[in-house]
């Protein structure tokens, strides 16, 4: 009995030993992270701008104060006409590459460090909360005719309108108006975020317990379920009424040659109209409604019926240029029917073409790292819009934007390095940020709309607009003076230490879509039938673009905000065109 007693105590004096043992090796190894930790956020400090480490403000450097870019402080204030007055003539000598560029721009200098930071934290403070407050589970009554739950596929959609999300505040109430007021009947909702569109339900019906998850923006009402949809059929926003203010004029075109081949839909009316037409496209739920008398075709931008080529207006019985082809439908064109039977008169119906609107992320992880790399307010969101559809994948971001994940950026949640994204979107332009890129797109639009663009983003959100008085107020210039140096440091950046690059140029694209977007899809290595970017075409607005009134009739820009752009905009044009790429559009100057 003594000698088991003997043989415990020494077994827990050794178990006490090893424990002791462990929690020291557990101390130490937390002091060894602390301190690697502290030794890289202070290395990252020195050499990037992703470090968050306080930097000291232009107002507390001293007078005499030299910057690494080479500028001198003067009365406590960098001496912006140094800077001016380096853009004026030619860069003495200096050749500007893809290996070297203005020693002032391309120095990380203080200014622009800081500037990104406050960039970077405004961005992180306009989105929204990820914490949903907790509601009590309500029965809500709903709008319209609940019709029941149904089956979805992501393949073969029960309806195949238009199709938009809200990860945050989707509601029942939003979709029907939603579709209501694209000319549909009925509304259908799905993983209580997708809201879909319709004319006629595709599916058949299922449990209704299957349909059990909540609208994020309505707890208590029910908003589909995993591939199941929650049909309702909406009311009528005006009721003994046709409204067609969504319906737009595209233009007089040339009848193709096989009309058979370019529409699937074609009937006869003795007596046709324009509405008549339309009505029967959007009650086929075809994007295109074309009136060549007496015929009414319905169908879709093809190969065979591009758009591209528009006729003169006096073929179709009006005066060229009676209206553009995005304006909405007015008396004094829809009144009349084309004169010509070689042409035909088209409309774009509320109907969105869904041939393109399937996303997913990539089947294997990609190897590669491609950029989407802009600077702030340069359309790096309508780009990815464009990208996701004519690709067919979700693009990614080095910033998760909640306000962007929430309307169906679906790959702004998912980690930038994961390889499932086609592309990453990156406003970063240090040599270390884009060496860690194995290509990139470089997307440069002008500065003066980049930079309004990037202050109704600060004063008003993604989709809204700065105030009269916030163009007025001393904040306006004090933007300019900092942000128009980062517009052109961020181009010459990546074209010095970018490894391979793709250059386009925002107002080319807006001009050549389908040329362009063709160029962008070859050189992420991505196969896409023309019938496939036809269709990108046709959506190319997307569900994210600010609307309502823009900006006043007044410039904004000083005559001597201009001369500080338009020397950026001359260094910028000379080094795209040493680097053997396209210069800047001619429309950037004079202003």
Excluded at 102 to 109: A, E, G, H, M, Q
Aim: overall charge positive; glycine content about 8%; proline content about 4%.
């Amino acid at each position: 009995m003594a000698k088991l007693f003997y043989r415990l105590q020494r077994f827990l004096r050794r178990t006490q030993f090893v424990f002791l043992f462990l929690a020291a090796a557990y101390l130490m190894a937390g002091s060894v992270v602390l301190l690697q930790r502290s030794g890289f956020a202070l290395q990252a400090g020195s050499r990037g701008t992703s470090s968050f480490l306080p930097v000291p403000s232009l107002g507390t450097l001293t007078k005499g104060a030299v910057l690494d870019s080479g500028m001198v402080v003067s009365g406590n204030k960098l001496d912006s006409q140094a800077l001016v007055s380096r853009l004026d003539g030619p860069l003495n000598g200096e050749v500007l590459g893809r290996r070297n560029g203005p020693r002032w721009l391309t120095s990380r200098n203080l200014e622009i460090r800081q500037l990104r930071r406050r960039w970077f934290h405004s961005l992180m403070t306009e989105q929204e909360p990820r914490v949903e407050r907790k509601v009590v589970k309500r029965k809500v009554k709903h709008k319209g005719t609940y019709v029941g739950c149904f089956l979805d596929d992501s393949k073969e959609r029960a309806l195949k309108g238009t199709v938009f999300y809200d990860f945050r505040k989707m509601t029942s109430s939003l979709c029907q108006d939603t579709c209501s007021e694209s000319g549909y009947l009925f509304a259908g909702l799905e993983y209580g975020a997708e809201c879909y569109c319709g004319n006629r339900i595709a599916a058949p019906k299922t449990r209704e317990e299957d349909c059990n998850l909540d609208c994020k923006g309505e707890k208590g009402s029910v908003c589909g379920g995993v591939g199941r949809l929650s049909v309702f059929k909406v009311e009528d926003l005006h009721p003994g009424t046709k409204t067609y203010r969504n319906v737009h004029y595209r233009g007089c075109f040339r009848r193709p040659k096989n009309s058979t081949a370019a529409f699937p839909v074609r009937a006869i009316q003795l007596n046709l109209t324009w509405e008549s037409c339309i009505d029967l496209c959007n009650d086929k739920e075809l994007p295109l409604a074309v009136l060549g008398r007496p015929e009414c075709y319905c169908g879709y931008t093809s190969t065979h019926f591009t758009l591209h080529e528009k006729a003169g207006e006096q073929h179709c019985g009006g005066t060229a240029n009676t209206s553009d082809v995005t304006s909405d439908v007015t008396s004094d064109v829809t009144t009349r029917l084309p004169g010509d039977e070689d042409y035909v008169m088209v409309y774009q119906t509320p109907v969105k073409d869904t041939r393109c609107t399937e996303r997913t992320f990539l089947p294997e992880k990609s190897q590669t790292l491609v950029a989407l790399s802009s600077f702030p307010g340069a359309g790096n969101t309508w780009v990815r819009h464009l990208i996701e559809l004519a690709t067919g994948y979700y693009t990614g971001s080095y910033y998760f934007d909640g306000t962007l994940y929430n309307k169906g950026f679906k790959g702004e949640k998912d980690y930038w390095k994961s390889g499932r994204t086609i592309c990453v979107k990156t406003h970063e332009s240090g040599k270390r940020e884009i060496e860690m890129y194995d290509s990139a797109i470089l997307l440069i639009r002008n500065p003066y709309n980049s930079l309004m663009a990037e202050f109704n983003r600060k004063c008003a959100g993604h989709l809204g607009y700065a105030s009269e008085q916030h163009w007025k107020s001393k904040e306006w210039p004090d933007f300019v003076s900092s942000y128009a140096s980062w517009w052109a440091s961020h181009v010459l950046d990546w074209m010095k230490f970018g490894r391979r690059l793709l250059v386009i140029h925002y107002e080319e694209l807006k001009r050549e879509l389908f040329p362009r977007l063709r160029g962008i899809v070859d050189f992420l290595n991505v196969t896409a039938s023309d019938e496939h970017l036809l269709c990108v075409e046709s959506n190319q607005d997307g569900n994210f673009k600010r609307t309502g009134a823009k900006l006043r009739d007044f410039d904004p820009f000083t005559a001597e905000m201009k001369s500080l752009i338009d020397g950026y905009i001359k260094t910028v044009d000379d080094a795209l065109r040493n680097s053997n790429f396209t210069g800047l559009p001619g429309e950037y100057v004079p202003r």
